[in-house]
């Protein structure tokens, strides 16, 4: 191990253990508040508004600059949830979570895959997996590794924690686009975040712009005629979620493979779109979604 990753497995250590001790609610708080303080000086925050911009543009600054302020809280707050992501359970109120739609995710559980669950980097996302498996869902899912090794298996060992068995991760690229396949064709279910850019993807309209969009969930739906169920976890409180299930969505299959994953792709983006639009602080508007615009 290098002495930069010896470092920051260190930090990452020195962090998940002071935010474990401090419970989830006073934990949630801390790194909220040093997110909303800290987030809006960093750079990428330009970025933020720049996104803004072109997606919102009924904005003024004053609005813009509160969301970005709200987008650093709530990923920050995120952060310092994530060692007790195995201690929030459902609950009437303080940290924990509550569920709506709670029929669909049965509905689902019931009938068993292959299926795909669909969200995106949205309020604490990083909760979905655990409530899923709780309610029955047994998922595997994509994620994005960390370049240190240590602090990748830090990170795998609280989600597995979080679900309390093992949990199927496949990293993201050549090698886990086909382990992904093999599960769906085995009868498994997929969990995809889809909200990022995707170079290599197709052009499909976000807020009004094409953005290049993967259109992996569309592919496999398509595919295995399989249905998707929708999720997203919103935060309303310290460590406090709400976990929203919608209805089931089979994409429409006709004898035009292109058209049919560009229109499952734009109903995707669309329910983004919808999500993002209630509760704009909780979505990471802090990369490049779209091109750059033309001058």
């Known amino acids: 191990m290098s002495l930069l990753h010896q470092i920051e497995t260190t930090a990452a250590r020195v962090f998940l253990g002071i935010f474990r001790a401090l419970g989830p609610a006073a934990a949630s708080n801390l790194a909220g508040a040093l997110g909303r303080g800290i987030g809006p000086l960093i750079p990428t925050s330009r970025v933020a508004d720049q996104n803004l911009r072109r997606a919102m ?15 650093w809280e709530s990923l920050a707050r995120t952060a310092g949830e994530f060692p007790h992501l195995a201690a929030l359970r459902e609950t009437d109120a303080g940290p924990g979570y509550e569920i709506v739609g709670r029929e669909h995710c049965l509905a689902l559980a019931a009938q068993g895959g292959p299926a795909l669950i669909f969200t995106a980097h ?6 979905i997996p655990p409530v899923l498996h709780r309610l029955g869902v ?5 994620y994005r590794a960390a370049a240190n090794p240590a602090v990748d298996r830090l990170i795998l060992d609280l989600r597995e924690q979080a679900t309390g068995e093992p949990v199927t991760m496949f990293a993201k690229g050549a090698a886990g ?6 599960h769906l064709v085995r009868g498994g279910i997929l969990g995809m975040l889809m909200d990022q850019k995707l170079n290599d993807g197709i052009a499909s309209p976000l807020f009004g712009i094409d953005a290049m969009t993967a259109p992996a969930l569309a592919v496999f739906a398509r595919k295995f005629r399989c249905p998707i169920l929708p999720v ?12 929203v299930f919608e209805k089931l969505h089979r994409i429409e299959v006709t004898d035009d493979r292109e058209a049919d994953i560009a229109a499952g792709t734009a109903w995707m983006n669309a329910t983004i779109e919808r999500w993002v639009r209630q509760r ?13 615009p033309v001058a």
């Open 122 to 127: 949205f309020g604490n996302w990083e909760l």
């Open 57 to 71: 543009p009924e904005l003024d600054e004053a609005a813009r600059r509160r969301i970005i302020r709200e987008v």
């Open 177 to 182: 686009a086909r382990g992904s396949y093999a």
């Open 138 to 142: 047994r998922l595997a899912f994509f």
């Open 280 to 292: 704009p602080g909780q979505w990471l508007w802090l990369h490049r979604r779209w091109p750059k």
């Open 232 to 243: 997203r976890a919103e935060r309303i409180g310290p460590a406090r979620i709400r976990i």
